[in-house]
């Protein structure tokens, strides 16, 4: 058996995502075995992420500035705010890079199974974003589950009173998808969000 500071190192892998134990017990062997070339930089970036990274109090990104830096870009559509659950939506819709608006993070989903409720996401700062201060269109990019369409149908209703546009996310089928390999529900909501040819 491996001593106690290896063991605390395989239980704190084995809490990411992605992770179990035996993949944790991997890592960490691949970690200790090229200390120099992987587990001090990961220890230094580690030290140095927890010092310096911090949520942007405008968006709620993680930056190591403040406003971050998508907030402070002024060639960003500042009228335009893309509204997700979490930073790792946030990050795929940048890699599209066909996104050139403001973002506002919301912070998770509406679900009454895990007990969240309005007052645990950033509904409010929102309502406030889009209240007087230029915003004309929040595009609601929830996921297409029970409880980010519940949150998408809440925040369209907080929205109503800014006078603000809200849109949503196409949903359907995916570039290169074929039929026969959908589920019910995409094939349903392609066949519900059709467009003229």
Known sequence: MAGAEIEQLVHLLAKLPGLGPRSARRATLHLLKRKEALLVPLSRAVAAALENVRVCSSCG??????????????RRDATVLCVIEGVADLWAVERTGAFKGRYHVLGGVLSALDGVGPEDLSVDALVRRCSGTGVRE????????????????????????TGVAATRLAHGVPVGGELDYLDDGTLTAALKARRPA
């Open 138 to 161: 929040a595009i609601l990019a929830m996921s297409a589950t029970v409880d980010g369409q519940t949150t998408a149908h809440y925040v369209i209703e907080r929205l109503k009173a």
């Open 61 to 74: 990104n993680l930056d190591t500035q403040e406003p971050c830096a998508i907030c402070a870009d002024a």
